[in-house]
């Protein structure tokens, strides 16, 4: 049996290459999967805060890719590497490393003059990161732990809350969500900012 792919709102979809990504073979079920993924950023979590993170090293190609392979890479053999394939969210691939790169630049501009307040440095950090949309799958996560490892570990804040829900099933939370990150688009960033801390 293959997987049961059943995307919900918001998710990207895996080009068929990309399934083939699977390191556990015996995964049948989506739910199977999510909850091996889930425990793989568990794992990626512990070692975020185990770890004395600097701006610099934050605030870097490397750092980006690494995170994601800590939070996938058991499970997916593209983790940590960035996507090779067109998705309905995100920058032609082809320019993943040029747009990151000026992210990387801008974000590190902010910090260095306060440009804005620390959440809305890594709000809108996390924010045009999902739309660069750099790895096939786990976009969303990734950035979220992003903005959290920039609240913690730059700023010595508490991490977000994220509205203390589960953001990967379908609901309200996950509706309310993808609607503020729709008015960020349109350049409103306040809705996700307190999303972010509800
Ligand atoms: N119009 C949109 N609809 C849904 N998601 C969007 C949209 N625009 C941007 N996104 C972002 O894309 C992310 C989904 O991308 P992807 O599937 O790669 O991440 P994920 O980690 O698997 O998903 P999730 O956010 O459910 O954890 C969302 O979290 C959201 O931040
Ligand atoms: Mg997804």
Redesign the pocket.
């Known amino acids: 049996m293959g997987l049961d792919f059943k995307y ?5 979809p895996l080009s068929e290459e990309e399934k083939e990504g699977l390191l556990i073979k015996s995964i049948t079920t989506r739910g199977e999967l999510d909850e091996l993924e889930q425990l793989n950023i568990e794992k990626a979590v512990e070692w975020t805060l185990k770890n004395k993170l600097s701006k610099e090293r934050i605030l870097s190609e490397e750092f980006i890719k690494l995170v994601h392979k800590k939070m996938l890479g058991d499970v997916w053999e593209w983790a940590g590497k960035f996507r090779k394939s067109e998705k309905n ?1 995100g920058v032609t691939w082809i320019r993943i490393g040029v747009e990151l790169r000026m992210l990387l630049d801008d974000t590190k501009y902010w910090i260095d003059n306060d440009t804005y307040q620390p959440d809305k440095i890594a709000i809108r950090f996390k924010h045009r990161l ?2 660069i ?1 750099c ?10 732990l992003m903005a959290d490892i920039i609240i913690e570990s730059v700023f010595g804040m508490y991490v977000f809350t994220w509205n203390n829900s589960n ?2 099933k379908p609901g309200n939370a ?1 509706k309310e ?2 609607d503020s ?2 008015q960020a ?1 349109s350049d409103s960033i306040e809705p996700l900012l307190e999303f972010a801390r509800k």
């Open positions: 919900i709102e918001g998710q990207t969210i999902v739309n949309h790895f096939p799958n786990g976009n969303g996560r990734h950035s979220r953001l990967v996950r969500y993808i990150i729709r688009d």
